[in-house]
């Protein structure tokens, strides 16, 4: 394998890039100063007439309230649902009984996820914000702000601060009462640089820019958390590579769209430990032989019918493995990028901020 200085991407060291390296000291770094902010969020989700947690959030951030869902559901058994944010336009708003409302955006700029955070407080509902700037509206809505502290990241996609809402919000669990994550929340550095130091040696690629069958299409897979990973590393792909991909929860694809994965396409699988490996196994035989390429995120002893395995430590639980499973995808989406000859850190059509309503 490459050294600790080799480059992750096929040339002078994009904005992508850098920011995609600077994953473990960014999450080492809010780690050590932000567990009262954790604490105060970890009131607000446990206080008394809470019985439900709705997150407003959109792009990556809308991939980082899919995790939490999950992961509130897992660990703490809070109902959790994501909003429908234009439902809250123009003062307009769904009620919000029993409910915390939490608002994720790296910017904070986001009208339509501000308005939801907005009519809570108007309904009298405790909120929070998880953002990258406690300056924004955002926090200036909100009874609680967690700040992720990644730094300007100059890079149209998300890639620090995804990784750094995630640790966010499993803090955030821990502190409502899941002390049994804060190990894993401890190791979370150390992992990311693991995971990234994996995908350096430029001979095995987590994905082929030079294969014809990423054009064909390609499909991420993953189930609870996973599927939030799996969800953000399609959006990553499509936007620094401009390559067709989709994700699903995998009953979500046997419900019909697997139908769709031709011979000649590839598929992004990621073999959450949530679930046997026999489990990943018939997925990945399944669409093996039906001709699709499959690259699986899988522990380091676990054995698939993939075209290639991109290896994680042993013995993670399904939380921790389906948070450092996300660095394999940003690799990839920047070597594809790179080898499609596109500007990874400023893709067409995207703006770092965009303001929906």
Same mark, same amino acid.
């Given at each position: 394998?490459?050294?600790?200085?080799?480059?992750?991407?096929?040339?002078?060291?994009?904005?992508?890039?850098?920011? $995609?390296?600077?994953?473990?000291?960014?999450?080492a770094?809010?780690?050590?100063?932000?567990?009262?902010?954790?604490r105060?969020?970890?009131?607000?989700?446990?206080?008394?007439?809470?019985?439900?947690?709705? $997150?407003?959030?959109?792009?990556?951030?809308?991939?980082?309230?899919?995790?939490?869902?999950?992961?509130?559901?897992?660990?703490?058994?809070?109902?959790?649902?994501l909003?429908?944010?234009?439902?809250?336009?123009?003062?307009?708003?769904?009620?919000?009984?029993?409910?915390?409302?939490?608002? $994720?955006?790296?910017?904070?700029?986001?009208?339509?996820?501000?308005?939801?955070?907005?009519?809570?407080?108007?309904?009298?509902?405790?909120?929070?914000?998880v953002?990258?700037?406690?300056?924004s509206?955002l926090?200036?809505?909100?009874?609680?702000?967690?700040?992720?502290?990644?730094?300007?990241e100059?890079?149209?996609?998300a890639?620090?601060?995804?990784?750094?809402?995630?640790?966010?919000?499993?803090?955030?669990?821990?502190?409502?009462g899941?002390d049994?994550?804060?190990?894993?929340l401890?190791?979370?550095?150390?992992?990311?640089?693991?995971?990234?130091?994996?995908?350096?040696?430029?001979?095995?690629?987590?994905?082929?820019?030079?294969?014809g069958?990423?054009?064909?299409g390609l499909?991420?897979v993953?189930?609870?958390?996973g599927?939030?990973?799996?969800?953000e590393t399609?959006?990553? $792909?499509?936007?620094v590579?401009?390559?067709r991909a989709?994700?699903?929860?995998?009953?979500?694809?046997?419900?019909?769209?697997?139908?769709?994965n031709?011979a000649?396409?590839?598929?992004?699988?990621?073999?959450?430990?949530?679930?046997?490996?026999?489990?990943?196994?018939?997925l990945?035989?399944?669409?093996?032989?039906?001709?699709?390429?499959?690259?699986?995120?899988?522990?380091?002893?676990?054995?698939?019918?993939?075209y290639?395995?991109?290896?994680?430590?042993?013995?993670?639980?399904?939380w921790?493995?389906?948070?450092?499973?996300v660095?394999?995808?940003?690799?990839?989406?920047?070597?594809?990028?790179?080898?499609?000859?596109?500007?990874?850190?400023?893709?067409?059509?995207?703006?770092?901020?965009?303001?929906?309503?």
């Open positions: 394998m490459s050294g600790p200085d080799a480059a992750l991407g096929g040339g002078e060291r994009s904005l992508l890039e850098q920011e $995609i390296l600077e994953q473990p000291s960014v999450l770094r809010r780690r050590a100063s932000t567990e009262e902010h954790a105060a969020a970890g009131r607000v989700l446990t206080a008394e007439g809470v019985s439900h947690v709705v $997150i407003a959030a959109r792009g990556s951030s809308d991939n980082a309230a899919r995790y939490a869902q999950y992961l509130f559901g897992s660990q703490l058994r809070l109902a959790t649902y909003a429908a944010p234009s439902l809250f336009a123009d003062g307009r708003g769904t009620g919000l009984d029993g409910a915390a409302v939490l608002g $994720i955006s790296q910017s904070g700029q986001s009208p339509d996820v501000v308005a939801v955070l907005l009519a809570a407080r108007a309904q009298d509902r405790p909120t929070v914000a953002t990258n700037d406690p300056s509206p926090a200036a809505a909100a009874d609680v702000v967690v700040p992720l502290m990644a730094g300007a100059r890079s149209v996609a890639t620090k601060s995804y990784t750094a809402t995630l640790a966010a919000l499993v803090q955030i669990t821990a502190a409502a899941a049994q994550l804060r190990d894993g401890d190791r979370l550095p150390e992992l990311v640089g693991t995971a990234i130091d994996e995908c350096r040696d430029p001979t095995t690629p987590p994905l082929d820019p030079a294969a069958s990423i054009l064909a499909t991420t993953g189930r609870g958390t599927y939030a990973t799996a969800a399609a959006l990553k $792909i499509r936007e590579a401009g390559v989709e994700s699903y929860a995998l009953p979500d694809l046997l419900h019909g769209p697997i139908a769709a031709l000649g396409s590839e598929a992004w699988v990621i073999a959450s430990p949530s679930y046997p490996v026999a489990y990943w196994e018939q990945a035989a399944r669409m093996t032989a039906e001709g699709v390429r499959v690259t699986a995120v899988a522990g380091e002893r676990d054995v698939l019918s993939a290639r395995v991109l290896r994680l430590p042993r013995g993670l639980p399904p921790l493995f389906d948070l450092v499973a660095v394999p995808g940003q690799v990839a989406a920047l070597r594809l990028g790179e080898a499609r000859g596109l500007d990874v850190d400023a893709p067409r059509g995207l703006a770092k901020v965009t303001r929906t309503r």
